[in-house]
């Protein structure tokens, strides 16, 4: 089984020249290049990031209120409560609440979920 990281897309590069032909078109170069493949969703940042955020919401909101604590306290346990939770979640379920609710998933480098646990940071 090959690695989404050994994967090549084939690009066809199409460079307009000084030259025309008989009727009166242009004629172009083609170069091909074999490109790694970008399993990346492209612009998902801000997806992957309120993802994150609704995934703090929860534990912010039981460390402010549930057991009272400051709020600079409950966002540090919220944010250490997060990464472990983000761990354990991604390696069962390959998603957390917040990913889930953006359709992202989280995949190793042969399509499956990680199985080691690994903080998203």
Aim: aromatic letters at 16%; proline letters at 3%; glycine letters at 6%.
């Amino acid at each position: 089984m090959r690695k989404i990281s050994e994967l090549k897309e084939r690009k066809i590069i199409r460079r307009a020249t000084r030259n025309f032909d008989s009727e009166g078109n242009r004629i172009y170069n083609e170069f091909e290049y074999d490109l790694p493949y970008n399993p990346t969703q492209k612009g998902n940042e801000r997806e992957r990031l309120y993802a994150k955020i609704i995934d703090i919401i929860p534990f912010f909101l039981i460390f402010h209120y549930g057991f009272n604590k400051i709020i600079i306290i409950s966002l540090f346990f919220s944010i250490v409560s997060v990464l472990i939770y983000g761990a354990v979640s991604e390696s069962i379920f390959g998603t957390t609440l917040g990913k889930k609710l953006f359709k992202l998933k989280i995949v190793d480098d042969f399509g499956n979920y990680p199985k080691d646990f690994k903080v998203d940071v």
